[in-house]
């Protein structure tokens, strides 16, 4: 039974992290320093279920993270340690695809590139190719992903 705790396969999935991440950068790099997100013991759009007892749907019976955790994780590597990050969004050319940069002294540092493609496990995954154009060349990057089989996946993120 849905407990109006968050949308069942929704909420407590990688879509909802997909999202999380782009509200938490969009905010910030509008200027919004805090974003305040709702939670509770069992709502399935925590970050963590801190008891056994929680019921988020996915009869784990210990404390657990979340899919949106993920997004917590992404958006804080992003800003960095430095306190002088400045993010911008970045204009891209398909619907699902958002991309955000965070400079400090005026030097692009590190960009967060998200597909927000819905995948339900039939078919071939969609893809898409991203030029990133402007760069230096010759400049070495790390790239991180952030995986999953579905984007209605609850676990195995």
Same mark, same amino acid.
């Given at each position: 039974?849905?407990?109006?705790?968050?949308?069942?396969?929704?909420?407590?999935?990688?879509?909802?992290?997909?999202?999380?991440?782009?509200?938490?950068?969009?905010?910030?790099?509008?200027?919004?320093?805090?974003?305040?997100?709702?939670?509770?013991?069992?709502?399935?759009?925590?970050?963590?279920?801190?008891?056994?007892?929680?019921?988020?749907?996915?009869?784990?019976?210990?404390?657990? #993270?979340?899919?949106? $955790?993920?997004?917590?994780?992404?958006? %804080?590597?992003?800003?960095? =340690?430095?306190?002088?990050?400045? #993010?911008?969004?970045?204009?891209?050319?398909?619907?699902?695809?958002?991309?955000?940069?965070?400079?400090?002294?005026?030097?692009?540092?590190?960009?967060?590139?998200? %597909?927000?493609?819905? $995948?339900?496990?039939?078919?071939? =995954?969609?893809?898409?190719?991203?030029?990133?154009?402007?760069?230096?060349?010759? +400049?070495?990057?790390?790239? =991180? +992903?952030?995986?999953?089989?579905?984007?209605?996946?609850?676990?195995?993120?």
């Amino acid at each position: 039974m849905w407990n109006s705790h968050g949308q069942p396969g929704l909420s407590n999935t990688v879509e909802a992290a997909l999202w999380m991440t782009d509200w938490l950068l969009l905010a910030a790099s509008l200027g919004i320093e805090r974003v305040h997100f709702h939670h509770g013991l069992g709502f399935r759009y925590n970050t963590l279920q801190p008891t056994s007892e929680s019921d988020d749907g996915l009869n784990i019976t210990r404390p657990h #993270i979340l899919p949106s $955790y993920h997004a917590l994780l992404i958006v %804080n590597e992003a800003i960095g =340690k430095s306190g002088r990050g400045e #993010i911008a969004e970045i204009a891209t050319t398909n619907l699902t695809l958002t991309a955000y940069g965070i400079w400090e002294s005026g030097q692009l540092k590190r960009m967060v590139v998200s %597909n927000s493609a819905v $995948y339900l496990g039939e078919g071939m =995954k969609s893809s898409l190719k991203v030029s990133l154009k402007g760069l230096e060349k010759g +400049r070495s990057a790390t790239m =991180k +992903r952030l995986e999953s089989n579905m984007t209605t996946s609850v676990t195995g993120v």
